[in-house]
């Protein structure tokens, strides 16, 4: 990434830390979550926002992945020609990927 032109994050991935922060399943994340987006800007990221389109083709792609935000990220990637940064090789398997 360090080499990266850009580096993008969907912004489902902001929900997903938020509702594993509130669950109790990633605590070491609690005193970050709030300042996410201004610490995503700090560093030079970009926000790759929703639309309809991402959102319907994760909702009919014939994947057996059922994880929906992985789901709209691994689209967010593939519609946006991202190279996906993952250590899930199931979602390595559907995008182009790194890790």
Do not use: Y
């Not at 997903?16 to 109790?24: D, F, L, S, T, Y």
């Not at 800007?41 to 926002?49: F, I, M, N, V, Y």
């Not at 014939?62 to 899930?88: E, K, S």
């Amino acid at each position: 990434m360090a080499n990266a032109d850009s580096v993008w994050l969907s912004v489902i991935s902001f929900f997903e830390i938020g509702q594993k922060v509130r669950q109790g399943k990633w605590p070491e994340m609690t005193p970050f979550v709030e300042d996410l987006p201004v610490l995503l800007k700090r560093q030079g990221g970009l926000e790759a926002d929703l639309d309809g389109s991402i959102c319907l083709e994760a909702g009919l792609s014939p994947w057996t992945h059922r994880d929906p935000f992985d789901r709209i990220i691994a689209v967010t990637a593939r519609q946006r020609g991202f190279l996906l940064v993952t250590a899930d090789v199931t979602l390595g398997a559907l995008v182009p990927s790194v890790w």
